[in-house]
């Protein structure tokens, strides 16, 4: 959950660090003006969770949980809560980059599990706080393929004419898109989400700090939804499908 948003163009040494920032914008209404942290314990009927899971398809997927009150203030646990999925413990970040990125979010690594998996997200609360809840996310099994630039390809960065970048659109309820690009020393820009229409344009405004050389264009399928019936106050899940193309700019 953005918390602080970044400006449209930082420096970043990873790009997959990079996008799991920007993918972040899909949920733009869940945007928040301050930073304040609440370490107060808070009954889970009070509390409203974010659950997001980043699916490069590499082995691992990243996955975080940030759990915020009924005003939209960060909770961190201070009093033996514990927040997991596929029973990997999640760790509390609150580091400078990640205030850009899911601002005091618990996040971790886990085993890719595939098409057709579920990623089992848990909440135990403090000792004699209560039961355990579980909340399963199926995987969203719905990889970007990138029609133009291919991957590889050598690009032409925007001038008079735009950079058009065209995609296989998909037809997925509750589905955005959206393009983060960037180049050798960590300039980048991006699209804002939008429907499906596979094409996302890029122009010259958006690209005119960029280098000729090494760079990326990754793109993310955002699809969003809320789930009901469980003892939080709300809980919304963003599912991210992305896919890197390297070109190189020129």
Not at 73 to 102: H, M, R, W
Not at 224 to 239: C, D, K, L, N, P
């Amino acid at each position: 959950m953005l918390r602080c948003a970044p400006s449209r163009r930082s420096r970043s040494s990873s790009p997959s660090r990079l996008l799991l920032a920007i993918s972040l914008l899909a949920l733009a209404t869940l945007w928040l003006a301050g930073c304040r942290t609440v370490t107060t314990p808070q009954a889970p009927s009070a509390i409203n969770l974010l659950i997001q899971v980043k699916d490069y398809r590499q082995g691992t997927t990243h996955v975080g949980m940030h759990f915020a009150t009924q005003q939209n203030d960060t909770i961190e646990f201070v009093s033996g809560e514990t927040a997991a999925c596929n029973n990997t413990f999640l760790k509390y970040d609150s580091s400078p980059l990640e205030q850009l990125i899911s601002y005091g979010s618990y996040v971790g690594e886990v085993p890719d599990v595939g098409a057709g998996g579920i990623y089992t997200f848990a909440y135990a609360p403090a000792q004699g706080g209560g039961d355990r809840i579980k909340i399963p996310v199926k995987a969203v099994h719905a990889p970007v393929h990138a029609t133009y630039p291919a991957s590889g390809a050598t690009v032409p960065l925007p001038g008079d004419d735009p950079l058009i970048i065209r995609y296989d659109p998909s037809t997925l309820d509750h589905t955005a898109i959206l393009a983060v690009l960037n180049d050798s020393r960590g300039k980048f820009t991006l699209t804002l989400p939008a429907r499906e229409t596979g094409t996302l344009t890029i122009t010259h405004d958006q690209t005119q700090d960029f280098q000729p050389g090494p760079g990326l264009i990754s793109l993310a399928r955002v699809t969003t939804r809320t789930v009901a019936g469980t003892a939080f106050h709300q809980v919304t899940v963003e599912y991210d499908n992305i896919t890197s193309v390297p070109v190189t700019w020129r």
